[in-house]
């Protein structure tokens, strides 16, 4: 496994790779791997004959100066789990190789500056004003702006995303289809751990009491998706809301059933029409996220 942290270095290497006709298999993370991430990795070598994996905590996309400076960051073990997973090469870059002080400077690490969008790259319409959207403001003008960055330097073949973060998977599809990127998005299901909370990096900071009390988002939205079609989506929602607030520890951001494609809200069943219950909240210092598709 190669260990990169030049952009050069890592266009050289890759332009390598393609020169003897491999496919270049792309999965972005943040680092902290767990289950989760491995499984985007195990696709990926299933499908493509060399792996790339990025790790880079991406301070554009933080509207949270304290989440961003307590991130949890395992680099060696990231490369060790990598490693054992059979991905080839690891592009780990300093902040510096990915943006200019400009570009930094600009941003300031708060969103409201929306230096990328104003550009008009891209229009995201409401997929980016929605659910996440609402809550984290500017939040997925970083995500863009580092995965587009990161295409750029790669350019895969396939790129491996998680179905845990649905409204980034969307915004990726979005950016991917506007830029005419000619990258395959494959979408991962979420893995989960034995009592269903979501495998996250920012678990790590939940204590194994909080983990416990965790544990009530996911069995909500299993019981969403078990009442489907039998109540109506307000009392879904109702019930939903009622559950989780009940939970002193959790202080809810949003529960939203929404259409699949465009993460608007539903308010009725349509035919043909998918939808996903989606969820977000507070436990302690940590924010949590889940989904499932209904
Ligand atoms: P992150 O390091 O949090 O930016 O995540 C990197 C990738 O791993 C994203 O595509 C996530 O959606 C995906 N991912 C994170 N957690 C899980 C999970 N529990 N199951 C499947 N994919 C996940």
Redesign the pocket.
């Known amino acids: 496994m190669i260990i990169l942290k030049s952009k050069f270095e890592t266009k050289k290497i890759i332009s390598a790779f393609k020169n003897q006709q491999h496919s270049i298999g792309f999965?972005?993370?943040?680092?902290?791997?767990?289950?989760?991430?491995i499984?985007?990795i195990n696709k990926a070598k299933s499908e493509c004959s060399i792996v790339i994996a990025s790790i880079f905590v991406n301070p554009t996309q933080f509207n949270n100066l304290n989440d961003l400076k307590n991130y949890p960051r395992t680099f060696e073990a990231d490369c060790i789990m990598l490693e054992k997973a059979g991905c080839n090469v690891i592009f780990a870059p300093e902040i510096a190789e990915m943006y200019s002080e400009k570009e930094l400077e600009l941003k300031n690490l708060k969103i409201e500056d929306k230096a990328w969008t104003e550009g008009k790259l891209v229009d995201f319409g409401t997929l980016e004003i929605v659910m996440e959207g609402a809550h984290r403001p500017g939040h997925f003008n970083g995500v863009a702006q580092i995965v587009s960055k990161l295409f750029r330097i790669i350019e895969p073949d396939k790129t491996?995303?998680?179905?845990?973060?649905f409204q980034?998977?969307a915004i990726i599809r979005s950016m991917v289809e506007q830029l005419s990127m000619p990258i395959e998005i494959i979408d991962?299901?979420?893995?989960?751990e034995p009592n269903g909370l979501?495998?996250?990096?920012r678990n790590e900071r939940l204590t194994t009491e909080q983990r416990k009390t965790a544990a009530l988002i996911s069995k909500t939205l299993f019981q969403v998706k078990n009442f489907y079609t039998s109540k109506s989506i307000a009392e879904l929602k109702k019930f939903a809301e009622q559950q989780l607030n009940a939970e002193p520890q959790f202080k809810l951001e949003y529960f939203e059933i929404a259409d699949v494609n465009t993460l608007k809200p539903a308010s009725e069943y349509k035919a043909n029409q998918k939808l996903i219950a989606c969820v977000a909240l507070q436990l302690g210092e940590i924010r949590l996220i889940d989904n499932i598709l209904l």
Do not use: E, N
């Open positions: 999965i972005p993370t943040m680092g902290a791997l767990h289950k989760g991430h499984s985007l491996y995303f998680g179905q845990k973060d980034q998977l991962c299901p979420i893995l989960r979501a495998m996250s990096s």
